[in-house]
């Protein structure tokens, strides 16, 4: 009994361990993956997540995007006072096109000066699918 609750704890350490060590992108990307996102309509999003690549290092911004032919056009940083600004870089895909949108988040951008970054759009993103309930069995069976 005490090698199962052992391997029980332990297994549950493990896990919040590899959660705790996920990047913000790693973890979008891992719930649109499993869950799919609606299509990215040419419009100005508000609600986007821009995730910069640094030394190998991720960081996530809160931002706003345009999206014109199914591809980013520009994006917008949000200030801590609810501003926001233009992201005043030329930035493209590797075939130095603008990025394109697949299942809500961009291919990765890099801008003339060599930073990276994806937005995920995050508004896109379909809801959890419905579970079954677990029956509860009476206790004199």
């Not at 979008?28 to 993956?33: H, N, R």
Request: hydrophobic fraction near 35%; include cysteine; charge should be neutral.
């Amino acid at each position: 009994m005490k090698k199962i609750l052992l391997s029980i704890v332990a297994s549950l350490a493990l896990l919040w361990s590899t959660a705790q060590d996920q990047s913000c992108f790693e973890r979008l990307e891992k719930a649109f993956s499993e869950r799919g996102s609606y299509t990215v309509s040419d419009d100005i999003h508000r609600n986007v997540i821009i995730s910069f690549f640094e030394n190998g290092e991720v960081y996530c911004v809160k931002g706003k995007a345009r999206v014109e032919n199914g591809t980013l056009s520009s994006i917008f940083i949000y200030f801590d006072d609810n501003t926001s600004e233009l992201y005043d870089k030329k930035f493209y895909n590797q075939k130095k096109q603008p990025p394109i949108i697949t299942n809500g988040i961009t291919e990765m951008a890099t801008t003339t000066e060599g930073e990276k970054f994806r937005v995920v759009f995050i508004d896109r993103l379909k809801p959890k699918k419905k579970s079954f309930q677990e029956a509860v069995l009476p206790d004199d069976l």
